[in-house]
């Protein structure tokens, strides 16, 4: 690519994410205006994964929203038993799966208050980009950061995690198949009131102003003819009596002909985002060779990386860049400082299971 090319990138995204946050300070004077200074309100920041311009403009507007003074939250769309899952394996390692359990039901209730940033997964889907989102907010002590989707076994509902199955039951009232793929209508339903109800004590818990909740686009407000609109984020989020901002960002994989027409949603709720660059980056994390059937312009983490860290510098934020090596020891020395703190605890008297 050019330095031109990289330039217009850089400046759509910006453009694009600087107009999405003055819309935001705005819904947010007209709510204080209204008497609702203490209710938070919820933008829903969505996204295709495989896009590493979404994940900088999401960047972009988290770092906004933070700058602005307000207090912010983001829930990420990740496993909330990432770190649970770190420390078992851990545990296993070490005192093989008997112990591994026995520890993780000691520790469980110190697993949801760690900072969930610090329990980085693997992903085919632009996946640099995302470290460098991640580790950005982690740098930036005004946001803090918590993993909220459910949890999952190769890609179907994990039904034997409690709070999960407690989010399953509510939105679906009675399970019909304990083998719900994490991708179907049922998956996505369950998994959206997961992501909501973990959201809102979050941004309870820390007095929010501002509860940003990251997702791919279908969970916002639907797709057509495949989630409806109840079934989205939107829904269970105005279902806790909280305004909404749904923010999708909008490309040729996904506009405004998937937007369900019955999505109940007022004009000032709906911020579409579109022009953010539609460059896909899709390769295995862990062997760095391109995926099957998945066409990218960056099939390597290398290359991805030198887009990002191009765009970064043409945007200012010189700071977030990071290289391939980066990731490699960070991604170590982050791991370490995870284990570490599974060591402390069990140092510590057992407490009660």
Not at 178 to 185: E, K, M, P, T, V
Not at 250 to 268: A, K, M, Q, W
């Given at each position: 690519m050019t330095q031109a090319q990289i330039d217009a990138d850089a400046a759509a995204i910006v453009r694009s994410a600087a107009g999405a946050v003055d819309s935001i300070l705005v819904r947010r004077e007209k709510l204080d205006s209204q008497g609702l200074y203490d209710t938070p309100l919820v933008v829903l920041a969505g996204e295709l994964h495989a896009m590493p311009a979404h994940k900088l403009h999401h960047m972009k507007v988290l770092k906004g929203l933070a700058d602005s003074g307000e207090k912010t939250v983001l829930g990420y769309e990740e496993g909330h038993n990432n770190i649970s899952q770190i420390f078992f394996d851990e545990q296993n390692r070490w005192h093989g799966p008997v112990t591994a359990q026995n520890l993780q039901a000691r520790h469980w209730q110190k697993m949801l208050t760690l900072q969930s940033g610090d329990g980085f997964w693997r992903s085919n889907y632009a996946d640099h980009s995302r470290n460098i989102l991640l580790h950005s907010l982690r740098r930036n002590n005004k946001i803090a950061v918590r993993f909220t989707d459910a949890a999952t076994q190769k890609s179907y509902i994990d039904l034997d995690d409690p709070a999960t199955a407690y989010s399953?039951?509510?939105?679906?009232?009675?399970?019909?198949?304990?083998?719900?793929?994490?991708?179907?209508?049922?998956?996505?339903?369950?998994?959206?009131?997961?992501?909501?109800?973990?959201?809102?004590?979050?941004?309870?818990?820390?007095?929010?102003?501002?509860?940003?909740?990251?997702?791919?686009?279908?969970?916002?407000?639907?797709?057509?003819?495949?989630?409806?609109?109840?079934?989205?984020?939107?829904?269970?989020?105005?279902?806790?009596?909280?305004?909404?901002?749904?923010?999708?960002?909008?490309?040729?994989?996904?506009?405004?002909?998937?937007?369900?027409?019955?999505?109940?949603?007022?004009?000032?709720?709906?911020?579409?985002?579109?022009?953010?660059?539609?460059?896909?980056?899709?390769?295995?994390?862990?062997?760095?060779?391109?995926?099957v059937n998945e066409p990218a312009d960056f099939e390597c983490r290398a290359a991805e990386a030198f887009y990002a860290n191009a765009v970064l510098s043409s945007m200012g934020d010189k700071r977030d860049r990071m290289s391939v090596e980066d990731y490699r020891t960070g991604k170590v020395s982050l791991e370490n400082v995870v284990v570490e703190k599974f060591r402390a605890w069990n140092q510590e008297p057992a407490l009660a299971v």
């Open positions: 399953m039951h509510a939105s679906l009232k009675r399970l019909s198949d304990n083998n719900i793929y994490a991708r179907s209508r049922d998956g996505v339903n369950g998994r959206n009131q997961h992501m909501s109800r973990l959201n809102v004590g979050f941004a309870k818990a820390h007095k929010a102003r501002f509860a940003v909740q990251h997702s791919g686009n279908a969970h916002i407000v639907g797709c057509e003819g495949i989630y409806p609109a109840g079934y989205s984020l939107s829904a269970y989020f105005k279902a806790h009596g909280l305004p909404v901002v749904a923010m999708p960002i909008f490309s040729r994989l996904f506009n405004e002909t998937h937007i369900p027409v019955d999505h109940g949603l007022h004009e000032n709720e709906l911020l579409f985002r579109t022009g953010v660059p539609e460059k896909r980056a899709v390769y295995d994390p862990i062997t760095d060779k391109s995926v």
